[in-house]
């Protein structure tokens, strides 16, 4: 294997893929399924999951024992103390699991084994986090409306939620949302993509071993097209929440205008490393090739367009390709692996057509460019294309794979004109040591977040989401509880109301 050094392994591959159940109303169900997905680990081509492939009529079922949750249960009546309770003991029994769900994350991924387990115990801190927010959650007040008039804004959950999730970082996003929606009050019925279900059922059974009540919670298992069709047309959830391509989440907000669900979008990003003549250019190569390698480049925020001042083009080039030659890619479940394997062929097909479309455009091809050769896995090789031009396909659309992608500016406007150039805004990174030009950058960016001498950092104190095509609303932050409530506005008569009517 290409690049890989040293290959120590903790676990070892699984000898029968685990069965799960879907959860509907608390209960372990296989519902109407008559046959079963089958999830085989990219990166060694062995059964390692086995869900139930469910229909219409478990969505059906699901969204009623939400409905009754929230309409009758305790959830969303109760004090948020108790919300939060539920959200730290169900933190705990993360911390208390996370080898076993970063080894379920890695097999059915091909995520690193010592990424999966970042991002599970990133996991935790976010639902600590969230519990937080449950209990930071209120409304406003006005009392500047005159003598007789009070007002009050009140938040109220916005109901039962419908979550559908993307396959990229299964555990990590559902921690991005779930916990925020439960802390408003929401009931939920979640379907996570049917290539990577399983920490998303692992995590159903620590919500109940924390105490959740019964239907609070409901996760089911199944094909995008039926169970993810079903939920975001359903006229008793009162919100869908999606995360996923731009593509499905123009069906999703099509499907969700039925009964005029609140929607919730977190789509793709084509997002840009903007890098001008006075950047530290090596601190800028280092992060450049973690935005574009780290998962494989199957990052929504994955800094996939460099946009670099011509005098400094060649040099940052060089530094690019020199770091990304030390990544160690490889065995997923080795400990030092830094890249695994692309998580489904069709996906890595679809990369290696965008590469090929890249050299059909006349884009320079410096680095990579091909699959690694290996009996098992779906392993590329980062790639680099130099001499980029902003109409070619390879700068406009999302890849969702480790290819980075080189265009030069003159100007201040020019970087700002091309960053903004394509129909995304979900993040960008710019890179300057000088305050003026990188503030100014960061406001003239049409992106949901914008890091300065950075990238893909933070926690869950911010909010995440996209501008334009990227997105409609908010995840995480105090913004990503207030995204599941309703506003309503209270007007309290104060003393005699003036009659209207002679009398
Ligand atoms: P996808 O759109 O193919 O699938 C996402 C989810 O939608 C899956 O659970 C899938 O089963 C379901 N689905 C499929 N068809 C559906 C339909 N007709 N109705 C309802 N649901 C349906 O996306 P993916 O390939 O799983 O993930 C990759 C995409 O997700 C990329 O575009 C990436 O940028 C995006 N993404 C965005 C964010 C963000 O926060 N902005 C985060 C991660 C991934």
């Known amino acids: 294997m290409n690049n890989n050094n040293g290959n120590t392994r903790i676990h070892q591959l699984p000898t029968e893929p685990r069965h799960f159940d879907m959860f509907i109303d608390g209960q372990w169900t296989q519902g109407s399924a008559l046959k079963q997905v089958t999830r085989m680990s990219p990166a060694h081509n062995v059964p390692v999951s086995q869900y139930p492939s469910g229909g219409v009529a478990d969505v059906d079922q699901a969204v009623a024992a939400a409905r009754r949750a929230f309409d009758h249960g305790l959830w969303a009546k109760s004090g948020a103390d108790f919300r939060a309770t539920v959200l730290l003991k169900t933190a705990a029994l993360i911390r208390q699991n996370s080898e076993e769900l970063a080894l379920c994350e890695t097999l059915e991924t091909g995520k690193p084994i010592n990424q999966s387990r970042g991002e599970v115990l990133g996991a935790a801190g976010i639902w600590e986090y969230a519990a937080g927010q449950a209990r930071a959650l209120h409304g406003d007040s006005f009392n500047n409306l005159g003598d007789n008039l009070l007002g009050l804004v009140t938040r109220e959950p916005v109901g039962v939620v419908g979550l559908i999730t993307p396959w990229n970082f299964p555990f990590f996003i559902l921690a991005e949302r779930l916990p925020f929606i439960l802390a408003s009050g929401c009931t939920v019925v979640v379907k996570p993509s049917e290539l990577t279900s399983g920490t998303t059922l692992m995590l159903a059974g620590l919500l109940k071993q924390a105490g959740l009540p019964d239907g609070v919670v409901n996760v089911l298992t199944g094909p995008g097209s039926v169970v993810g069709q079903a939920i975001s047309e359903h006229t008793d959830i009162d919100m869908v929440s999606f995360t996923g391509s731009t593509e499905v989440g123009r069906l999703t907000m099509a499907a969700a205008a039925g009964n005029m669900k609140k929607i919730g979008l977190?789509?793709?990003?084509?997002?840009?490393?903007?890098?001008?003549?006075?950047?530290?250019?090596?601190?800028?190569?280092?992060?450049?090739?973690?935005?574009?390698?780290?998962?494989?480049?199957?990052?929504?925020?994955?800094?996939?367009?460099?946009?670099?001042?011509?005098?400094?083009?060649?040099?940052?080039?060089?530094?690019?390709?020199?770091?990304?030659?030390?990544?160690?890619?490889?065995?997923?479940?080795?400990?030092?692996?830094?890249?695994?394997?692309?998580?489904?062929?069709?996906?890595?097909?679809?990369?290696?057509?965008?590469?090929?479309?890249?050299?059909?455009?006349?884009?320079?091809?410096?680095?990579?460019?091909?699959?690694?050769?290996?009996?098992?896995?779906?392993?590329?090789?980062?790639?680099?294309?130099?001499?980029?031009?902003?109409?070619?396909?390879?700068?406009?659309?999302?890849?969702?794979?480790?290819?980075?992608?080189?265009?030069?500016?003159?100007?201040?406007?020019?970087?700002?004109?091309?960053?903004?150039?394509?129909?995304?805004?979900?993040?960008?990174?710019?890179?300057?040591?000088?305050?003026?030009?990188?503030?100014?950058?960061?406001?003239?960016?049409?992106?949901?977040?914008?890091?300065?001498?950075?990238?893909?950092?933070?926690?869950?104190?911010?909010?995440?989401?996209?501008?334009?095509?990227?997105?409609?609303?908010?995840?995480?932050?105090?913004?990503?509880?207030?995204?599941?409530?309703?506003l309503k506005s209270v007007h309290v008569q104060l003393g005699e109301r003036p009659r209207w009517v002679e009398v």
């Open 266 to 486: 977190e789509l793709g990003g084509k997002n840009p490393q903007v890098v001008f003549a006075d950047a530290d250019l090596d601190a800028a190569a280092d992060a450049i090739v973690f935005g574009i390698c780290f998962n494989a480049g199957q990052c929504c925020v994955s800094g996939s367009r460099v946009v670099v001042h011509r005098s400094v083009e060649q040099l940052l080039t060089e530094k690019i390709c020199s770091l990304m030659a030390k990544v160690r890619i490889g065995d997923p479940l080795s400990e030092s692996t830094q890249v695994g394997s692309i998580t489904e062929q069709r996906h890595i097909e679809r990369i290696l057509g965008y590469i090929e479309q890249g050299r059909k455009e006349g884009a320079v091809l410096v680095q990579g460019g091909a699959r690694i050769d290996s009996a098992q896995g779906m392993y590329l090789q980062p790639t680099v294309f130099s001499e980029v031009t902003a109409d070619m396909v390879i700068a406009r659309e999302e890849i969702f794979g480790p290819v980075l992608t080189i265009t030069a500016f003159d100007e201040f406007d020019e970087a700002i004109r091309l960053a903004n150039d394509t129909p995304f805004g979900l993040a960008a990174s710019i890179w300057s040591r000088d305050l003026e030009t990188s503030l100014q950058a960061t406001r003239q960016i049409k992106a949901g977040r914008v890091w300065v001498n950075t990238t893909i950092a933070g926690g869950p104190e911010l909010p995440s989401g996209g501008f334009k095509q990227s997105g409609i609303g908010r995840e995480t932050g105090r913004y990503g509880v207030e995204e599941y409530t309703e």
